[in-house]
Protein backbone atom coordinates (compact mmCIF):
# COMPACT_ATOMS: atom_id res chain seq x y z
CA UNK A 1 0.00 0.00 0.00
CA UNK A 2 1.37 3.86 -0.96
CA UNK A 3 2.63 5.84 2.02
CA UNK A 4 0.29 7.77 3.77
CA UNK A 5 0.25 11.30 3.15
CA UNK A 6 -2.00 13.67 4.51
CA UNK A 7 -4.24 15.78 1.77
CA UNK A 8 -4.22 19.84 2.80
CA UNK A 9 -7.99 19.31 3.47
CA UNK A 10 -7.63 17.37 5.77
CA UNK A 11 -4.72 18.48 8.01
CA UNK A 12 -6.55 19.73 10.54
CA UNK A 13 -7.92 16.04 11.59
CA UNK A 14 -4.09 15.74 12.61
CA UNK A 15 -4.02 18.85 14.48
CA UNK A 16 -5.93 17.51 17.93
CA UNK A 17 -4.56 15.67 20.46
CA UNK A 18 -5.38 12.36 22.57
CA UNK A 19 -7.08 12.97 25.47
CA UNK A 20 -4.94 10.48 27.18
CA UNK A 21 -1.09 10.72 27.11
CA UNK A 22 -0.48 7.26 26.43
CA UNK A 23 -2.63 7.08 23.22
CA UNK A 24 -0.96 7.43 20.02
CA UNK A 25 -3.32 10.06 18.26
CA UNK A 26 -6.52 11.41 19.08
CA UNK A 27 -9.84 9.93 18.27
CA UNK A 28 -10.54 11.93 15.27
CA UNK A 29 -6.94 11.53 13.65
CA UNK A 30 -7.73 7.70 13.97
CA UNK A 31 -11.35 8.06 12.12
CA UNK A 32 -9.63 10.03 9.41
CA UNK A 33 -6.48 7.06 9.23
CA UNK A 34 -9.31 4.10 8.89
CA UNK A 35 -11.30 5.53 6.39
CA UNK A 36 -7.87 6.65 4.50
CA UNK A 37 -7.04 2.87 4.85
CA UNK A 38 -10.49 1.41 3.54
CA UNK A 39 -9.82 3.62 0.30
CA UNK A 40 -6.97 2.18 -0.47
CA UNK A 41 -7.86 -1.23 0.74
CA UNK A 42 -11.59 -1.26 -1.55
CA UNK A 43 -10.05 0.92 -4.79
CA UNK A 44 -13.02 3.45 -3.68
CA UNK A 45 -13.27 7.03 -2.10
CA UNK A 46 -15.86 7.96 -0.23
CA UNK A 47 -18.34 9.95 -1.93
CA UNK A 48 -19.89 12.58 0.19
CA UNK A 49 -23.42 14.00 -1.04
CA UNK A 50 -25.81 16.72 0.75
CA UNK A 51 -26.30 20.12 -0.49
CA UNK A 52 -24.17 21.93 1.16
CA UNK A 53 -20.97 20.33 -1.12
CA UNK A 54 -23.29 20.29 -4.28
CA UNK A 55 -23.56 23.58 -4.12
CA UNK A 56 -20.08 24.54 -3.56
CA UNK A 57 -18.95 22.06 -6.46
CA UNK A 58 -21.73 23.25 -9.24
CA UNK A 59 -20.73 26.70 -8.26
CA UNK A 60 -16.69 26.47 -7.68
CA UNK A 61 -15.81 28.30 -11.14
CA UNK A 62 -18.38 31.06 -10.36
CA UNK A 63 -17.45 31.89 -7.08
CA UNK A 64 -13.95 32.04 -8.28
CA UNK A 65 -14.20 34.53 -10.74
CA UNK A 66 -16.81 36.66 -8.38
CA UNK A 67 -14.18 36.42 -5.82
CA UNK A 68 -11.43 37.96 -8.77
CA UNK A 69 -14.20 40.30 -9.71
CA UNK A 70 -14.90 41.57 -5.89
CA UNK A 71 -11.10 41.56 -4.70
CA UNK A 72 -10.39 43.52 -7.69
CA UNK A 73 -7.51 41.05 -8.05
CA UNK A 74 -5.51 40.81 -11.60
CA UNK A 75 -6.52 38.13 -14.44
CA UNK A 76 -5.61 34.68 -12.95
CA UNK A 77 -6.55 30.90 -13.95
CA UNK A 78 -7.92 28.75 -10.98
CA UNK A 79 -4.57 26.82 -10.16
CA UNK A 80 -4.62 23.24 -11.31
CA UNK A 81 -1.13 22.39 -10.02
CA UNK A 82 -0.99 19.58 -7.79
CA UNK A 83 1.99 19.63 -5.57
CA UNK A 84 3.44 16.92 -2.46
CA UNK A 85 6.41 16.00 -0.40
CA UNK A 86 7.23 13.32 1.59
CA UNK A 87 4.40 14.10 4.07
CA UNK A 88 1.65 16.05 2.44
CA UNK A 89 -0.58 16.76 -1.21
CA UNK A 90 -2.41 19.79 -1.66
CA UNK A 91 -4.06 22.12 -4.40
CA UNK A 92 -5.00 25.43 -3.87
CA UNK A 93 -8.04 27.41 -5.65
CA UNK A 94 -5.83 30.39 -6.73
CA UNK A 95 -2.18 31.80 -6.69
CA UNK A 96 -2.16 35.53 -7.21
CA UNK A 97 1.26 37.84 -6.64
CA UNK A 98 2.62 35.09 -4.76
CA UNK A 99 -0.33 34.86 -2.14
CA UNK A 100 -2.80 31.73 -2.10
CA UNK A 101 -6.56 32.18 -2.45
CA UNK A 102 -8.83 29.50 -1.30
CA UNK A 103 -12.60 29.81 -2.07
CA UNK A 104 -15.72 28.94 0.34
CA UNK A 105 -18.64 28.76 -1.17
CA UNK A 106 -21.03 29.73 2.07
CA UNK A 107 -24.62 27.43 1.50
CA UNK A 108 -26.33 30.56 2.08
CA UNK A 109 -27.19 33.89 4.01
CA UNK A 110 -27.53 31.82 7.60
CA UNK A 111 -23.85 30.10 7.18
CA UNK A 112 -22.08 33.55 5.58
CA UNK A 113 -19.47 34.35 8.34
CA UNK A 114 -20.28 38.45 7.89
CA UNK A 115 -19.43 39.60 11.31
CA UNK A 116 -16.37 36.81 12.06
CA UNK A 117 -13.39 38.66 13.25
CA UNK A 118 -11.16 35.04 13.16
CA UNK A 119 -11.31 32.61 10.30
CA UNK A 120 -14.40 30.46 11.65
CA UNK A 121 -13.19 27.04 11.11
CA UNK A 122 -9.62 25.63 12.35
CA UNK A 123 -9.52 22.90 9.55
CA UNK A 124 -9.16 25.78 6.78
CA UNK A 125 -6.16 27.65 9.15
CA UNK A 126 -4.02 24.07 8.72
CA UNK A 127 -5.28 23.80 4.94
CA UNK A 128 -3.64 26.95 4.59
CA UNK A 129 -0.35 26.54 5.99
CA UNK A 130 0.02 22.90 4.44
CA UNK A 131 -0.90 24.71 0.78
CA UNK A 132 1.85 27.09 1.54
CA UNK A 133 4.28 25.03 2.65
CA UNK A 134 3.57 22.90 -0.40
CA UNK A 135 4.03 26.25 -2.87
CA UNK A 136 6.65 28.03 -0.34
CA UNK A 137 4.57 30.91 0.26
CA UNK A 138 3.74 33.12 3.07
CA UNK A 139 0.30 34.43 2.78
CA UNK A 140 -2.98 32.93 2.08
CA UNK A 141 -6.38 34.29 2.50
CA UNK A 142 -9.57 32.02 3.10
CA UNK A 143 -12.51 33.89 0.70
CA UNK A 144 -15.92 32.93 1.64
CA UNK A 145 -18.34 33.76 -1.32
CA UNK A 146 -21.88 34.34 -0.97
CA UNK A 147 -23.36 32.84 -4.26
CA UNK A 148 -26.86 32.26 -5.77
CA UNK A 149 -28.37 29.26 -4.38
CA UNK A 150 -29.90 27.28 -7.19
CA UNK A 151 -33.29 25.90 -7.06
CA UNK A 152 -33.39 22.22 -6.74
CA UNK A 153 -36.36 19.85 -6.55
CA UNK A 154 -37.23 20.18 -2.50
CA UNK A 155 -36.26 24.00 -2.49
CA UNK A 156 -36.23 27.18 -4.65
CA UNK A 157 -33.79 29.46 -5.75
CA UNK A 158 -31.85 31.95 -3.20
CA UNK A 159 -30.42 34.93 -4.75
CA UNK A 160 -28.41 37.62 -3.44
CA UNK A 161 -28.50 40.24 -6.66
CA UNK A 162 -29.96 42.81 -4.54
CA UNK A 163 -27.22 42.64 -2.22
CA UNK A 164 -24.07 44.85 -2.19
CA UNK A 165 -20.38 42.51 -2.69
CA UNK A 166 -19.23 44.10 1.00
CA UNK A 167 -21.99 41.64 2.06
CA UNK A 168 -21.28 38.52 -0.18
CA UNK A 169 -17.85 38.51 0.31
CA UNK A 170 -15.38 37.69 2.94
CA UNK A 171 -11.53 37.14 3.60
CA UNK A 172 -9.46 35.81 6.42
CA UNK A 173 -5.94 36.45 6.18
CA UNK A 174 -3.59 33.36 7.03
CA UNK A 175 0.43 33.62 8.28
CA UNK A 176 2.70 30.99 7.20
CA UNK A 177 4.08 29.37 10.77
CA UNK A 178 6.87 26.94 10.73
CA UNK A 179 5.95 25.65 14.30
CA UNK A 180 2.41 24.52 12.62
CA UNK A 181 4.04 22.33 9.77
CA UNK A 182 6.40 20.64 11.79
CA UNK A 183 3.76 19.63 14.54
CA UNK A 184 1.36 17.96 11.36
CA UNK A 185 4.70 16.57 10.08
CA UNK A 186 5.46 14.65 13.54
CA UNK A 187 1.55 13.62 12.69
CA UNK A 188 2.52 12.54 9.94
CA UNK A 189 4.83 10.01 11.09
CA UNK A 190 2.84 9.15 13.91
CA UNK A 191 -0.09 8.08 11.59
CA UNK A 192 2.47 5.83 9.61
CA UNK A 193 3.48 4.33 12.99
CA UNK A 194 -0.18 3.56 13.44
CA UNK A 195 -1.00 2.40 10.75
CA UNK A 196 1.72 -0.09 10.87
CA UNK A 197 1.51 -1.22 14.44
CA UNK A 198 -2.37 -1.20 15.54
CA UNK A 199 -3.97 -1.45 11.77
CA UNK A 200 -1.41 -3.76 10.25
CA UNK A 201 -1.29 -1.62 7.00
CA UNK A 202 2.06 -1.58 5.49
Same mark, same amino acid.
Given at each position: !??? %??? &?????????????????????? $???????????????? &??????? +????????????????????????????????????? $????? !???????????????? $????? %?????? $??? #? +??????? !? /??????????????????????????? +?? /?????? &???? %???? #???????????????? &??????? !????
Amino acid at each position: !MEQ %FKC &RASSSGKLSTNPKKKEDLLAKT $TISYLQEWAKERIYGY &RKQLDNK +YINKGLFMEDAAIEKAIEWLDLPFVLKNTERREDEYF $TGEPD !MICNGVIYDIKNSYDW $TTFPL %FDSELP $TDD #Y +YYQMQVY !M /HLFELKKAFVVYVLMNTPETKFEPEIT +YD /HVGKEY &RIKK %FEVD #YDENVIEMLQEKVLKC &REYLTTK !MNIK
